[in-house]
């Protein structure tokens, strides 16, 4: 059975978010940056939404530089905010885990999964993940994805950034010739500046152009290795697994049925969620140590609460603690109503007969 895996990749995710966060900037140009500290423009940018890179601001620029660019123009320049992103990626990392039989994470906003089990190879079944992947994230985070479909990683993440921002892109064995044949080799992933204008020099500009270039003569310039692995580029073979990387934390979000500060509704979605966090943990076979509620009001502000306590994998432990802190959570926003609200165990350990089966 041919493998089927996706790439996803959330739009301009850092602005988007900042987007969502202050509503006033919601359609601006937004450009997100690293601060030196040194002055007021000092440091570089880190990313931007499409109308800021419409303008020339791109990722890598120092601040001086977009600014003078951005003079004039109604552009939004904000620090990075990595706990707030990291908060939001965990949690669609976590959708997006259920929604696969493999997932590996790349980056804070982009993971590769593998749905060929899943979806016992149907590519009409893969087509519905990714729609229903990129429903939830705009559902539940009012944020957009792009989504690549194809029988490797390679050509998933090229195929993901095809038709940006909120695309989906299926590139199946059979079309992946004629979908990479006239792209430039600099869109090939994995070849950078560098090798593109050593390719460019043997006159080689397309990844038709490269496919048909002598292996031999390659590896007079780029060495065994590389031409061999150039070559392959050129005709979208790869087949590097889906790796998942070890987890580092569990937890379920949820939507409740309408904005509300009702402990006890918001404690009856608490309790559903536990039943889903107690399969994954017999799943993973996994015990923890720390147990947090992940809140989510009316205007998308999230807080995280926390308490530690001895190692355990009791999930009455985090339906104990979860009341405690909502209690606590509510007592010191009285006027705050709850969209969503989430548990999360942490500081975990999993056995080593789990890792064993994992690592095959």
Known sequence: MKRIIMHVDLDSFYASLEENRDPAIKGKPVVICVYSGRSEESGAVSTSNYKARAFGIKAGMPIVIAKRIAKGKDVVFLPVDMDYYREISERIMDLMEEESDTMEQVSIDEAYLDVTELTDGNWDKAIEIAKSIKEKISSQEELTASVGLSTNKFVAKIASDFQKPNGLTIVKEEEIINFLKYMS?????????????????????????????????????????????????????????????????????????????????????????????????LKNN???????????????????????????????????????????????????????????????????????????
């Open 185 to 281: 080799v600099s869109n090939l992933h994995g070849i950078g500046e560098k090798t593109t204008k050593a390719l460019n020099d043997l006159g080689i500009q397309t990844a038709k152009d490269l496919s048909e270039y002598g292996l031999k003569e390659l590896e007079e310039v780029f060495g065994k290795n590389k031409a061999r692995l150039l070559h392959n580029k050129s005709l979208g073979i790869d087949d590097s697994p889906v790796e998942p990387r070890e987890k580092k934390q569990l937890s379920r979000i949820g939507t409740l049925k309408e904005d509300t500060n009702d402990q006890n509704v918001i404690y009856e979605k608490i309790i559903e969620l536990a039943k889903d966090m107690e399969i994954r943990i």
């Open 286 to 360: 996994v015990s923890f140590r720390t147990v947090s509620i992940i809140t989510i009001d009316t205007e998308l502000k999230t807080q995280t609460k926390s308490d530690t306590i001895p190692q355990t994998r009791e999930i009455q432990k985090v339906i104990n603690i979860s009341k405690v802190l909502l209690e606590k959570y509510l007592k010191e926003n009285p006027d705050k109503k709850l969209r969503r609200v989430g548990i999360r165990i942490s500081n975990l350990e999993f056995s080593k007969a789990q890792k064993t089966l994992d690592d095959f």
